[in-house]
């Protein structure tokens, strides 16, 4: 199966700032097959990005997704408050799928 | 709109068994696949398995594989994830969500709780 390693475990920062999450998998996601979801405290996820790079309905453009073969990232250029949350990538290029173990991104 | 609605927390012993639902609507349920995803306290998400209604096919995580069930009853447009003998480690959050791949919609969760 593949493992996915999500990086960092925790990314602090401000309001404003630029955060970059990185989602590295152990054998290469076919056809990128990897999406995104945003987790916050006593919600289920949401989808944010799939395909490695389109984003879902409602999502806002500050949220991109980027990546192939092994490496992807979510990029969301500038925080806003409802952006602190817990990221997972999930890949589904290849059964079972699986998710990565989350990247927190908390307040500074 | 499409809703996925899950059946309320449980709290269960070890060795009781135990059927979780989740209720789809606002769509066509026969034609798209449900997954099930645990979260464990504190923890991340885990890939547990998914049911294409119209005909029944399942899919399973190796981690999961005869350790739980996933069925589904298009009639009433509800799909299930249950366990004949749980654990202490059964204990977390389940939820479902519509995909075969990514999963766009989800369910608000059901919390499982397995205590002596």
């Known amino acids: 199966e593949i493992v996915l390693t999500q990086s960092p475990g925790t990314l602090s920062l401000s309001p404003g700032e630029r955060a970059t999450l990185s989602c590295r998998a152990s054998?290469?996601?076919?056809?990128?097959?990897l999406a995104w979801y945003q987790q916050k405290p006593g919600q289920a996820p949401r989808l944010l990005i799939y395909?490695?790079?389109s984003r879902a309905t409602g999502i806002p453009d500050r949220f991109s997704g980027s990546g192939s073969g092994t490496d992807f990232t979510l990029t969301i250029s500038r925080l806003e408050p409802e952006d602190f949350a817990v990221y997972y990538c999930?890949?589904?290029?290849?059964?079972?799928?699986?998710f990565g173990q989350g990247t927190k991104v908390e307040i500074k | 709109e499409v809703q996925l609605v899950q059946s309320g927390a449980e709290v269960k012993k070890p060795g009781e068994s135990l059927k979780i639902s989740c209720k789809g609507s606002?769509?066509?349920?026969?034609?798209?696949?449900i997954g099930w995803v645990r979260q464990m306290p504190g923890k991340g998400l885990e890939w547990m398995g998914i049911?294409?209604?119209?005909?029944?096919?399942?899919r399973y995580s190796p981690s999961f594989q005869g350790q739980v069930t996933i069925s589904a009853d298009k009639s009433i447009s509800t799909a299930y994830l249950q366990w004949s003998s749980l654990k202490a480690s059964d204990t977390a959050m389940y939820y479902c969500?519509?995909?075969?791949?990514?999963?766009?919609?989800w369910g608000q969760g059901t919390l499982v709780t397995v205590s002596s």
């Open positions: 969500a519509r995909g075969g791949s990514y999963f766009q919609h």
């Open positions: 054998q290469s996601v076919s056809s990128r097959y």
């Open positions: 606002g769509y066509s349920f026969s034609t798209y696949w």
């Open positions: 049911i294409y209604p119209s005909d029944s096919d399942t």
């Open positions: 999930q890949q589904y290029g290849s059964s079972p799928w699986t």
């Open positions: 395909g490695a790079s």
